[in-house]
């Protein structure tokens, strides 16, 4: 059984899901300490403490005698480099062009589940696209989507944006994770890659974080002669072992 939150994580949910909803959009003044705690029935310090973490992880800023207000977006490539896909290829010099494949609602299958970090049975978002570059197939995307984390993206027509790209614009990620792996393309995959059945690919795996969750689970596959993968180190940063 599931330990209760503690009362300020439980209004440190509910501020984040006012805010990750779009209900509070970006420059919205959240209430004041006083209003929260007459809504939530609790202490001031409870209410204090809530929003310290916010502010902490970024999604508020804290202005002295003006309040608090949901922060504005920022860039993530200070953070982790998670590339906008048409940015990254228009930077390339070439033409982006997006198809979503499907888009459906289900239940979390088991599988699902332990790449959220949610209860199986729970209703969670899966899109399946293609990017393409100069008109040639350059990844295949098969993301899942938090909805109890991002319940705003239930109603987005991701045949008109692409699902990263909408996400990048809307969420302020605390962590993410990165696994990459290669495996030979399925006749399926080859198909949609337009290459050959067992041909390379190289596929990167990445799942981010808020502090109420798992925002979103993707599963990128990339034909193995047509991308290449770069990491920059820097020994001041990140340790002197070679």
């Known amino acids: 059984m599931t330990a ?4 300020y994580a439980e209004i440190r949910r509910a501020l984040e899901r006012s805010i990750l909803s779009g209900d509070w959009p970006p420059g919205h003044r959240v209430p004041s300490e006083q209003e929260l705690v007459e809504r939530f029935g609790c202490s001031r310090m409870t209410v204090n403490r809530a929003m310290s973490e ?3 992880s970024g999604i508020v800023v804290r202005r002295r005698r003006s309040g608090t207000f949901v922060a504005l977006p920022v860039s993530q490539k200070s953070v982790l480099k998670i590339q906008d896909v048409p940015e990254e290829v228009a930077r390339e010099g070439r033409v982006y062009r997006y198809a979503m494949r499907s888009r459906s609602l289900r239940r979390a299958t088991r599988r699902d589940a332990e790449r959220l970090k949610i209860a199986p049975g729970e209703t969670v978002l899966s ?23 991002v319940p705003a993206a239930r109603d987005v027509d991701f045949s008109k944006i692409a699902p990263g790209t909408w996400l990048l614009a809307k969420i302020q990620w605390r962590e993410a994770e990165h696994l990459i792996r290669s495996v030979n393309a399925s006749p399926d995959m080859a198909r949609l890659l337009e290459i050959e059945a067992d041909d390379a690919c190289l596929v990167v795996e990445r799942s981010t974080w808020l502090d109420a969750g798992t925002v ?4 990128l596959t990339y034909p193995g002669n047509r991308y290449q993968l770069t990491v920059r180190f820097n020994p001041s940063r990140d340790g002197e072992h070679v």
């Not at 209760?4 to 009362?7: E, F, K, M």
């Not at 899109?127 to 984390?149: F, G, K, M, Q, S």
């Open 4 to 7: 209760p939150l503690p009362r």
């Open 54 to 56: 916010l502010a902490a």
């Open 127 to 149: 899109v399946r696209c293609l990017h393409y570059a100069d008109d040639v197939p350059l990844l295949a995307e098969d993301r899942l989507i938090n909805l109890t984390v």
């Open 216 to 219: 979103t689970h993707v599963e």
